[in-house]
């Protein structure tokens, strides 16, 4: 894996690049899955093998996570984001909110897995390509 450009991928879902191309430049860095652990702000990210690389994820003054995990609130976060009407930070931080303790974005199965700290989930299929 690239670890150049997989901190890349976290500048540009902080500068707001639209999912689809944060996530293919994760592929192209050799990136099958990761696993964003919002109670520890890491990110591991899995390539070939036991191939794995950890980092920070770089959201300041992060709010508690939530006891309830709230399914509703969290469609519409991913919705409300998917549109363009809210940034990656505000986006964190309304999962979070909304009793998200980490996601799972497995890139060849095409879709994220939004959990909660007792195993409550979201599952969201990726969105269409658009032209």
Avoid: W
């Avoid at 430049?25 to 950890?54: N, P, T, W």
């Avoid at 940034?87 to 199965?109: N, P």
């Amino acid at each position: 894996m690239d670890t150049t450009m997989i901190d890349e991928c976290d500048r540009m879902s902080f500068a707001d690049i639209p999912f689809p191309q944060v996530v293919a430049h994760h592929a192209a860095a050799g990136v099958h899955s990761y696993r964003a652990d919002l109670i520890r702000r890491q990110k591991v990210c899995y390539g070939d093998a036991a191939a794995f690389y950890e980092a920070a994820i770089p959201l300041q003054d992060g709010p508690e996570i939530a006891t309830a995990f709230r399914d509703e609130e969290v469609s519409r976060a991913v919705q409300a984001i998917q549109r363009g009407e809210i940034g990656y930070d505000t986006f964190l931080r309304q999962i979070m909110q909304a009793g998200c303790a980490g996601y799972c974005v497995f890139i060849k199965g095409r879709k994220v897995v939004y959990f909660g700290r007792d195993g409550d989930c979201h599952i969201e299929n990726f969105p269409d390509a658009r032209a």
